[in-house]
Nanobody, 121 residues
Framework: QVQLVESGGGLVQAGGSLRLSCAAS????????MGWFRQAPGKEREFVAA????????YYADSVKGRFTISRDNAKNTVYLQMNSLKPEDTAVYYC??????????????WGQGTQVTVSS
């Protein structure tokens, strides 16, 4: 059974940092590209970042480039999102996903439960 369990969200002041984690199971983690998406209240879900199966390539939305860093530990079946210089507009539920080779399409359209990030001004 495929599972993605996100954690690390919370309430932080603008300018602060958070590190999200996502523990994956049910698939051979090291075979998959991984990514993070987010959904703010009243808005569509949007791409945040992606990382290749071996960690050699990473991609970011323009809105987070230079502030967020995606990484992975294949030995722990875990992907991370380090978020620095947070802004109120980063407030959203953050989801990790398995990705196909285009680094955007979600495998089997499977989403975890997400973790809430709230940035106060």
């Amino acid at each position: 059974q495929v599972q993605l369990v996100e954690s690390g969200g919370g309430l932080v002041q603008a300018g602060g940092s958070l590190r999200l984690s996502c523990a994956a199971s049910g698939r051979t983690f090291s075979n998959y590209n991984m990514g993070w998406f987010r959904q703010a209240p009243g808005k569509e879900r949007e791409f945040v970042a992606a990382i290749s199966w071996n960690g050699s390539k990473s991609y970011y939305a323009d809105s987070v480039k230079g502030r967020f860093t995606i990484s992975r530990d294949n030995a722990k079946n875990t992907v991370y999102l380090q978020m620095n210089s947070l802004k109120p507009e980063d407030t959203a539920v953050y989801y990790c996903v398995f990705l196909y080779g285009d680094y955007y399409t979600v495998v089997d359209d499977y989403w975890g439960q997400g973790t809430q990030v709230t940035v106060s001004s």
